[in-house]
Every structure is written in C-alpha cells, then in structure tokens.
C-alpha cells in the first residue's frame, strides 16, 4: 500500500493557481478496476483509493506517513517558467513575430 505525496497542478479550465497550494497524500490503487456486465460500471475492492488526505506542507504529510508507518514516494512539484510579457510588446517595432491579422 504504497501511498503518494504531491501538490496537484492546475487544471485545464483554472486560470489562477486557487486549491494549488497544498500538498497531497493519496493511496496507489492496490488491485484493477472491474467492469460490472450489466452497467458498465468500474467498481474496485480497494477502500483505499476513496482517502484524500490535504496537508499544508510537504513535511506534514511526509510526517503523517512516517508516524503512521505508510509507504509513500514525493513527487516535487514542477514550477513553470515565468514569462513576463506587456500589453506594449504587442505593437513594439522590433517584433520577432510579423502580425497575423
């Protein structure tokens, strides 16, 4: 029951960095999903793949782990590069882009 601990990224349809900020510890799924026959449905035995748990840094939740004897591996977060643009350089003269429109 190998447990993972990360910060999770934004997602697609986030333009801030809102729910980015904590860290997380969640369970590997320890068996496959089945599909059920009739529905269609994916159902695992697995309990452990329902925990979420949120911490406010890395630390607490490596702490947790090691306190309560669970397995787990950090993943670090990658940072974007931070690109600092002005509403200017869209009419500067020495463009590297010709306009498109």
């Known amino acids: 029951m190998l447990a993972r601990i990360y910060r ?53 939740a490596v702490a947790y782990a090691e306190r309560h004897g669970i397995p787990f591996r950090l993943q670090e977060p990658q940072e974007p590069p931070v690109i600092i643009k002005t509403y200017a350089d869209n009419f500067a003269t020495a463009r590297k882009q010709p306009w498109t429109h």
């Open 8 to 60: 999770p990224a934004k997602t697609a349809m986030q333009s801030g960095k809102a729910r980015t900020h904590d860290w997380r510890l969640e369970f590997e799924p320890a068996s496959a999903r089945t599909i059920d026959p009739l529905m269609g449905w994916t159902s695992s035995t697995d309990m452990n793949g329902q925990v979420r748990l949120s911490f406010e840094t890395s630390g607490e």
